[in-house]
């Protein structure tokens, strides 16, 4: 995956470039021949766009050099490009305290805002902007952060300010339709919006069509324009404006899962994520930081799960990324009875490097997995205790599954009763199929009544919860 190309000026910019000399022919090599060398190692990593291999080689740089200004630079953006929002904040937050300029303002202002912390992104980019307003960010970044603080206003004014058709940033138009309908009602926002320019192309004219009430929901949908992020997106603050919670939790919850499966989160995307889950009822299935250090999942790879996998992979991929560097993990698939390890059996690091392998090597399109076979978890279950972790997830659509591979509810539950000695806590997540036995008087879902007997959470994820359904 490479830079975005819009950032690379910036990047460079700020590291500008540096004269590194050739390492020491005789041993030991000295420390500056060493860190010369660990910057340039580091420095092509990052042009390769391998961002776990640059924060590792710069952490070992910056031992060396501490409080290295293009040092910090690098592993601060590699940083947010794996995902460690948090980590790469902490570095802005040395080269601020060194020096403050707008450029180092204007990156962590974006690290803020893919953390979801909208305040302080819209805070660091006034400031940006104070600082050196030939340098002020004139992307979206702070109008979509107002808006999500709920300060239409202040960001229906930044969507004047900043909107400017030729540089493709139409999406402004639709921003500041939201703020005016929140402030004035539909009318005033139709009539406002006819002041800032449109191009005819690509999904923002559907959309203030829909805004504007000239199209329905189903001849957007009809059209067979609704399949991407991006607009889901907008869908989902629309419905939220009208007060339409549960379809815009929906739409929102679409934004997010229809993400490629990689690191990198766009910032529409992002958004939607963090709006989304600001939406949705508290969800205590998964633990917090550094509440669990060893965590097991156990997922559902059987030939039922073909239409459901993308689902269980995309929340998985939710659970892992809130982990903690103290924290382990081992993902365990089943299918046909038998089972398999992600990358390699045992616990696997949470660090970014670590996550990213899982991913990358988890991603559908990589051919390790391939839904096949029947879905009795018991071998992995097994396995999964033998890793004696503090909490073991259970991701699947139907764990008893149907016909000749039906399974016995009392003798599936029997069995990993048996198994799990240590009474360790099982919280099971089902998507999509609601439990054929739930049907029958009396009954209740198979992996409910797991997760009960060891103490553990049930949690059912419908097909309105993944936007496939609006209603």
């Avoid at 000399?21 to 580091?42: D, F, V």
């Amino acid at each position: 995956m490479k830079t975005q190309l819009w950032l690379w000026p910036l990047v460079l910019l700020l590291c500008g470039s540096i004269v590194v000399g050739q390492p020491a022919s005789e041993e030991p090599e000295s420390t500056e021949a060493q860190a010369a060398r660990l910057y340039k190692e580091g420095e092509d990593h990052f042009n390769e766009g391998e961002y776990p291999e640059t924060v590792e080689v710069f952490d070992r740089f910056l031992a060396l050099e501490p409080g290295h200004r293009e040092g910090l630079i690098y592993r601060a953006f590699a940083h947010s490009e794996t995902g460690s929002h948090a980590r790469a904040i902490a570095d802005y937050n040395q080269l601020i305290q060194m020096k403050d300029e707008a450029s180092t303002r204007k990156l962590r202002g974006y690290a803020h805002f893919y953390a979801g912390r909208f305040k302080e992104c819209a805070q660091d980019l006034e400031k940006c902007a104070e600082l050196d307003p030939a340098k002020a960010d004139t992307s979206s970044y702070l109008p979509m952060s107002l808006y999500h603080l709920g300060e239409y206003e202040r960001a229906a004014r930044q969507c004047v300010l900043l909107h400017n058709p030729a540089k493709n940033n139409n999406h402004l138009v639709l921003i500041h339709f939201l703020c005016n309908m929140r402030l004035h009602g539909k009318d005033v926002a139709t009539q406002k919006a006819l002041t800032l320019p449109i191009g005819t192309k690509g999904e923002v004219p559907v959309l203030m069509e829909l805004f504007q009430e000239k199209i329905t929901l189903d001849e957007l949908e009809g059209a067979g324009r609704v399949s991407v992020y991006y607009i889901q997106y907008f869908v989902g603050l629309w419905h939220e404006a009208h007060g339409r919670k549960e379809q815009a939790r929906a739409a929102l919850a679409m934004a997010f899962r229809s993400l490629p499966y990689d690191l990198k989160i766009p910032e529409v995307a992002r958004a939607a994520f963090v709006h989304q889950w600001l939406l949705r009822e508290p969800r205590p299935l998964y633990p917090p930081r550094y509440y669990r250090k060893a965590i097991v999942y156990v997922i559902d790879a059987s030939g039922s799960t073909v239409d459901t996998l993308p689902f269980i992979m995309a929340e998985l991929k939710f659970s892992m990324n809130g982990l903690s560097e103290q924290q382990m993990a081992s993902v365990i698939f089943f299918q046909d009875g038998r089972y398999f390890e992600a990358v390699a059996p045992g616990y696997k690091s949470m660090t970014s490097r670590s996550r990213t392998r899982l991913f990358r090597w988890m991603d559908l399109e990589s051919g390790n997995v391939v839904p096949k076979g029947s879905g009795d978890p018991r071998a992995a279950m097994k396995r999964a205790f033998e890793l004696e972790p503090d909490l073991i997830f259970i991701l699947s659509d139907n764990l008893t599954g149907r016909g000749r591979n039906e399974i016995n509810q009392k003798t599936l539950r029997d069995d990993i009763a048996r198994m799990n000695v240590d009474k360790r806590k099982i919280n099971t997540i089902q998507f999509l199929d609601v439990d054929p036995l739930v049907g029958l008087q009396g009954w209740k879902s198979t992996m409910e009544l797991i997760a009960t007997d060891s103490g553990g959470l049930h949690k059912y994820v419908s097909p309105r919860d993944l936007g496939l359904k609006s209603e």
